[in-house]
């Protein structure tokens, strides 16, 4: 059958089972929207306002589903404005399809009108990616997109069409495709090393990261965990693929991870790291991460075995697969006073925070309480990150969607939308700083055009809390452009783009709202204010062993002690 490129794009997309995409429109993709006009019964379009809103967005969606994100966008700035959206996912491995249109053939390279080499701009952040010029090649390069897309460690893919292809024709074939499945091919040696390894450990520590959520191996983990006896750690990305909940989770590990975690996994005799890259954060000194410990690595993708930290083994698999072939190979393993030396940290190291006031830790417990830990919850990145990975305890894989490779500011907000469409029975809630908001918080609009009942709350410190707080701890309080004292007025702004907004200055002002807001069925941004020298804790110091991780007490301690003719020395350091 004869189809345009523009209607192979679409019957491509329903092929994979795409039923939601994000974007914007724009000249060179009108052939695409126009054909998606004649689909919107099949295909639900997301018109967000700004297109790193809709590659974020297809990120949330992605995350909170397991599914393939689709974000579309037009030539030129359309294209470059996905592209921290595309590191974002990216870095942090979730399966993404970026669809832009490009001018014509006989333009291309001729300095045209809204014409950049999107291509080359994203084959440093991508799996793959494709210009397609040729409308016969067109079907079988989105097929390949969308496989890149989730085979093996997932990943973005970048589909750039040229707006000529979108207008051929070419015969089409509707093809049947099936979701690829992990491999089952784990090296047997390797199993039964590692089989070997923790049967020996005497004082075994569990670290989760992402990679075991991607899989979907939450109930093989706790089958695993159950059979060695150890104590959980997780990195940012690892949340809730290990029950937070359970007597035996000890917190984040790393920069700010918990002390209970950070010494726990500093004494232990073998860390079996679950789908975790080892990243800077997470070792702080990596000379002298986990120095008494064998190392055990499962992870999917051969190139993270001793890329950050050198490991005693390693087993190469998908995480899923890879455990449902470990897990019968183990024996019930006893490791009682282990286990209580951990816990004992736990108690005599527990996170804790000002009793009074509205803080960051309050309005995530808060949260917590009244969601009963069964929201999702977004983040944007810094210091309300932290406390919202400190404070609320994860239950469940894909509830917690934060940036965490790349650090991207901005984020929250249109992943949260992706969240909500993707889920639209649970209760989604996105938690950001004020610096952060102000990056993409014309996508309240989007939320708001969409009728969508996700919470916006705003971590109000009228400064760039993470790095002032760097400033504070290593800069001799050198606020060098952190401060956001201005005239802006979140709720105001929220109710101009038509959503509610709510005000709260302390904790029963912020009970109140997030009681009223929780019932409503539309947007609600509530802005809580906070004090702007409010700390993240524990911390490490950049380059320090974790260790040594400190608290306010042990800072304030330490200053108690030190001669009074000492000098405080500064570390040059990037946050």
Not at 264 to 289: E, H, M
Not at 391 to 411: A, D, H, I, N, V
Not at 490 to 497: D, P, T
Not at 517 to 538: C, E, G, M
């Amino acid at each position: 059958m004869q189809k345009t490129g523009a209607e192979i794009v679409i019957e491509c997309l329903k092929e994979q089972g795409v039923d939601t995409v994000f974007g914007y429109p724009g000249g060179a993709i009108l052939n695409v929207y126009d054909e998606l006009y004649k689909h919107s019964d099949e295909i639900r379009h997301i018109l967000t306002s700004h297109e790193q809103g809709a590659s974020h967005a297809a990120d949330g969606y992605a995350r909170s589903t397991g599914k393939v994100g689709v974000c579309l966008a037009t030539s030129g700035p359309g294209a470059t404005n996905l592209v921290t959206g595309i590191a974002t996912a990216y870095m942090d491995s979730v399966p993404l399809v970026a669809i832009t249109c490009n001018v014509g053939v006989s333009l291309l390279g001729k300095d045209s009108f809204q014409e950049v080499d999107i291509a080359g701009i994203t084959t440093p952040i991508t799996k793959h990616n494709f210009i397609v010029k040729d409308v016969n090649k067109l079907a079988d390069t989105m097929r390949r997109a969308f496989r890149i897309a989730t085979t093996g460690r997932p990943g973005p893919v970048l589909v750039d069409i040229t707006k000529d292809v979108t207008a051929g024709k070419t015969n089409y074939t509707r093809a049947k495709i099936e979701k690829p499945q992990a491999s089952t091919d784990i090296d047997q040696e390797a199993l039964e090393r590692a089989a070997e390894m923790i049967q020996k450990a005497q004082k075994p520590f569990v670290f989760v990261g992402g990679g075991a959520t991607i899989s979907g191996a939450d109930k093989e983990l706790a089958e695993f965990v159950k059979l060695i006896d150890a104590p959980v750690c997780d990195s940012l990305m690892g949340k809730g693929a290990y029950d937070g909940t359970k007597s035996n989770y000890t917190g984040m590990l790393g920069m700010h991870g918990t002390k209970a975690s950070n010494l726990g996994v500093s004494n232990c005799d073998l860390l079996v790291a679950i789908g975790t890259r080892f990243s800077d954060r997470v070792l702080g000194n990596p000379k002298k991460f986990a120095h008494q410990a064998k190392i055990l690595q499962i992870d999917i993708d051969p190139a993270e075995i001793n890329k950050n930290i050198v490991v005693d083994a390693c087993i190469i698999g998908d995480v899923k697969e890879t455990l449902k072939q470990l897990n019968p190979m183990l024996k019930q393993a006893k490791h009682k006073e282990w286990n209580d030396e951990v816990k004992e940290l736990t108690k005599k190291f527990p996170l804790t925070y000002d009793g009074k006031g509205l803080t960051g830790p309050y309005l995530m417990e808060s949260i917590y309480k009244a969601t009963k830990g069964d929201a999702i919850i977004v983040t944007e990145v810094g210091q309300h990150q932290m406390w919202a990975a400190q404070y609320y305890k994860y239950k469940q894989p894909r509830q917690f969607l934060s940036s965490g490779g790349l650090g991207t500011m901005g984020y929250g907000l249109g992943a949260a939308i992706g969240a909500q469409v993707g889920n639209p029975t649970k209760q989604v809630i996105n938690i950001a700083g004020d610096g952060c908001f102000r990056m993409n918080m014309n996508e309240i609009a989007t939320a708001v055009r969409q009728q969508l009942p996700l919470i916006q709350v705003v971590v109000n410190n009228h400064v760039l809390g993470m790095v002032r707080q760097w400033q504070d701890l290593f800069y001799e309080k050198r606020y060098s452009n952190t401060v956001l004292n201005d005239c802006v007025d979140f709720v105001k702004l929220a109710e101009a783009m038509g959503a509610t907004g709510y005000r709260a200055t302390n904790r029963k002002e912020f009970d109140e709202a997030l009681k009223k807001a929780l019932a409503s069925k539309t947007p609600v941004l509530i802005d809580a204010i906070i004090d702007n020298d409010d700390k993240v804790w524990p911390m490490v110091a950049p380059g320090a062993p974790i260790s040594e991780t400190f608290t306010a007490a042990d800072l304030k301690e330490k200053e108690a002690v030190k001669p009074s003719n000492s000098k405080k020395k500064s570390v040059k350091t990037s946050v």
